[in-house]
């Protein structure tokens, strides 16, 4: 499982011109999954999530969780994460779990944030979906379970 994490002022997902999830200050979360993931995996990557401290103290200092900050996450499925470049011109997604594998670990990861008192909004699995943000920091990190 792979997690680029980007902390942001706002953000939002639009699908068909429709508005699907959006939160204010918080972390967008653009999730890959393999076809080796598993829900340890998923529990893993959560968990590393909602305790990471990337959210200035008062002094400005990268000492806050998203729980103490007050954040939301933004969730958004993101295959292409899994994309191999190192031949030819077009990305190989093989590495990519299929959509019956990866859609239960994604509502799963979503499920597990809600389980740690996060608020989370999704983009559509599958869907073409427009992502606009503010990157605050900018700060962006890649969280992976192995």
């Not at 967008?28 to 968990?47: N, Q």
């Not at 000492?63 to 954040?71: D, K, Q, R, T, V």
């Not at 779990?97 to 799963?108: H, V």
Request: hydrophobic share 40%.
């Amino acid at each position: 499982m792979k997690v680029v994490l980007q902390r942001s002022l706002e953000a939002k997902v639009t699908v068909n011109g429709e508005v699907t999830g959006q939160i204010d200050k918080g972390l967008v979360l653009l999730v890959g999954i393999t076809h080796e993931d598993t829900e340890e995996d998923v529990r893993y990557v959560a968990e590393k999530v909602a305790n990471l401290r990337l959210f200035e103290d008062e002094t400005g200092k990268m000492n806050l969780s998203i729980f103490e900050a007050g954040g939301s996450i933004l969730s958004v499925s993101q295959f292409t994460l899994y994309g191999d470049t190192r031949k030819g011109r077009r990305p190989s997604f093989s590495e990519a779990a299929k959509p019956d594998i990866a859609k239960p670990l994604w509502d799963l990861f979503n499920e597990q944030l809600r389980n740690l008192n996060l608020h989370v909004e999704t983009g559509v699995f599958g869907a073409m979906m427009d992502v606009s943000l503010t990157n605050d920091g900018p700060v962006t990190l890649i969280v992976e379970s192995k």
